[in-house]
């Protein structure tokens, strides 16, 4: 099988924010074969762990989508952004295409939808729910990614 | 009419800040204020939580150094505890705090300031960043990032994972370290000093290059404070706070650091969030003085391991017949050094057979109602000063923070460089004065998120008024 890299990025302490944090747990415990990172942010240090991946996952929240939903996503620079310790997915995948000539075939932002900002450990009842839907989400584009293979 | 300029936001920097520059009836530059314009307020909504939960809220002020908060909220937790640590305990955090150095090191030479020395502070702006590094020397933007990772490995290993890590505690810290992990660390030496060896040489080049500059930015003597060892060595965990001036003289020496609110105050400017501490018996705002590297490694006697120390004596070289570095521009350089300083220390720590030891924490209940912490970060010196009840409920706190300390110090840099570069006859900023005032405050790379204890990102603004306080031109990214 080729190399799966999750990654799941937020805040644990604001809320629904950890909603990809908890995503990338998730799929820790259902899938222990696949490499699961989480973060507080993305960082530009993850672009040679990306380089050697086949598939790339990255879970965030998002308080844009009302469901879970799925984004493929291509190298590009994003000019409106700092650029030193905070760094988009497709800038990162940029840096790794730049550094190490090397990407990963497919990857994906799984959004979660995401509503509840305070300060707290415990995601909405909604957004507990919308995790287990984007783990599925992920599980399925693997699926159909191996039976293709 | 006098006139005044804006830089806002100001980039490639940890928060959110503005710059003003006024101008007078003649358009010369008669002042420019750095002004921080983030409010957390940590000191405030701490009160009320345990002490046992201070390292990991404190932690939380920044994304870049939440090992040094997180160390130094546990040093002003063994105070109140009245405990020593085990040995192994002490020998762990130093660790910790040495690959905090490392990594926040590397962030701001390689990541921050690299695009303005190997891209040129002319260059254009869209491709003055980690992807125009990319371009221009692929090899040297891989090592500055694989040597932040090191350190973030390092932090990840002991802690369990790279950013807020709840590993040290009051009493010492959770868990011990593992063999295989050591040898993990030790594997990554060679590459690490390697790409130190490449960062001295490539800002070596720079300094020649930037010849004509440099003298312009932040060039001026202070008072330099920081900690020494007890035998006057480079010192980031413990010691004594030693206050040297511009001239070489010692202002004062080993004053204990739970002794330091005695010495320093903090003035409050209408402003800006961001406080101004300065040195008592010199008043405000004589007392300016700056922490960090630069002050690190200029009010120190010696460095410890051999290829620090020799660098050291190359940077004294630079100060002339004062023994005192007083440009700012060298803050890189003094970064660097400690970056291999750094390096050196981590291989001696991992290389102690007691950094294996099992016997990591003291358990105590509370003995004292008051404790102070003090580290260096690698910003500079950091102090966290608590008062607790007898359950251990924080009553009030105080966070004395790097990047405060060196207020004074920024504005008067960022005054000298828009004294220099800006001609107020124009009324306008190029896009290259307004990236050498910037340069002049990521000398010091500040960290406002700690320093204002800020929320959401942090990009400049910069603004250039009339003496009536009209907007002549306005900058912002």
Redesign the interface.
């Known amino acids: 099988m080729k190399k799966v890299l999750v990654i799941g990025y937020g805040n644990t ?1 604001r809320g629904d924010d950890a909603a990809g944090i908890c995503a990338a747990e998730l799929m820790a415990k259902r899938r222990p074969e696949i490499e699961c990172v ?4 993305l ?3 993850m ?2 762990q990306i380089a050697e991946s086949d598939t790339v996952f990255f879970f965030d929240a998002d308080v844009n989508v009302t469901q879970s939903n799925v984004r493929l996503v291509a190298p590009s ?1 994003e ?1 409106d ?6 760094i988009s997915p497709e ?1 990162l995948l ?2 790794s295409q ?2 190490y000539q090397r990407m990963p075939s497919k990857a994906y932002v799984i959004g979660i939808p995401a509503s509840q900002f305070e300060f707290s450990e415990e995601l909405s009842e909604s957004t507990k729910k919308a995790v287990e839907e984007s783990v599925r989400l992920a599980e399925s584009l693997l699926l159909s990614r191996n039976s293709k293979h | 009419m006098s006139k005044m300029i804006t830089i806002s936001p100001v ?2 920097i ?1 928060g959110h800040a503005k710059i003003t520059i006024q101008l007078d009836d003649n358009h010369d530059v008669v002042d420019a204020r750095f002004h921080v314009n983030e409010f957390r307020g940590f000191e405030k909504f701490t009160e009320g939580r345990l002490l046992w939960e201070m390292p990991g809220i404190t932690s ?1 002020i920044c ?2 150094c939440p090992a040094s908060h997180l160390v130094t909220s546990a040093k002003a937790g063994d105070d109140i505890l009245a405990v020593e640590i085990p040995a192994t305990a002490e020998k762990l955090r130093r660790l910790l705090t040495l690959a905090q150095w490392l990594q926040s090191h590397a ?1 701001s030479f390689f ?2 300031s690299s695009p303005d020395f190997l891209l040129g502070f002319d260059s254009n702006p ?1 491709t003055r ?3 125009g590094l ?2 221009a020397d ?1 090899e040297f ?2 090592r500055g ?2 040597l ?2 090191f350190g ?1 490995e390092i932090i990840e290993i002991l802690g369990g ?4 890590t709840p590993w040290t505690v009051p009493g010492g810290v959770r868990e011990p370290l593992e063999p295989a992990k050591k040898d993990q660390m030790l594997n990554w030496i060679p590459e690490a000093r390697e790409t130190v060896g490449l960062a001295l040489n490539a800002l070596k080049k720079i300094h020649k290059k930037y010849a004509k500059e440099i003298p312009e930015f932040g060039n001026f003597r202070t008072l330099f404070v920081g900690l020494v060892s007890k035998n006057g060595g480079l010192e980031y965990y413990d010691g004594f706070l030693r206050i040297k001036d511009g001239n070489d003289n010692t202002i004062a020496d080993a004053i204990e650091p739970k002794k330091y609110f005695e010495h320093f105050g903090e003035a409050v400017e209408p402003w800006s969030y961001l406080k101004f501490p300065y040195y008592k018996p010199f008043d405000y705002p004589k007392g300016m003085y700056r922490v960090g590297p630069l002050a690190r490694v200029n009010i120190c006697d010696y460095i410890e391991t051999p290829l620090a120390e020799a660098e050291r004596k190359i940077f004294k070289s630079l100060s002339g017949n004062v023994n005192v570095v007083n440009n700012s521009f060298y803050y890189h350089y003094a970064r660097c050094i400690e970056m291999l300083f750094a390096v050196e220390k981590i291989e001696m720590l991992l290389k102690d057979p007691a950094i294996l030891g099992e016997t990591i924490r003291a358990q105590a209940s509370i003995n004292r109602m008051e404790g102070v912490g003090c580290t260096e970060a690698p910003r500079g010196v950091l102090f966290h000063h608590y008062h607790v009840n007898k359950d251990g409920v924080i009553q009030k706190a105080n966070l004395l923070i790097a990047t405060a300390q060196n207020n004074l110090a920024m504005n008067r840099t960022v005054r000298q460089i828009a004294s220099h570069f800006i001609d107020g006859k124009k009324g306008k900023i190029t896009e290259g004065i307004l990236n050498r005032v910037e340069a002049g405050i990521r000398c010091y790379d500040p960290c406002l998120s700690c320093s204002t204890h800020a929320f959401g ?3 400049l603004h910069v603004e250039l008024l009339s003496a009536g306080g009209e907007v002549l031109d306005e900058v912002r990214r």
């Open positions: 302490l989480c973060m507080h942010q960082m530009p240090e672009a040679e620079i000019m952004q700092p650029r030193t310790h905070f800038s940029r840096l730049q550094l | 980039t490639r940890e939380r994304g870049i962030l990541h921050l869209a960043n980690v992807f990319v371009a692929k933007t891989k990032i694989r932040r990772k973030q994972r790279r950013i807020h990102h942090m990009p």
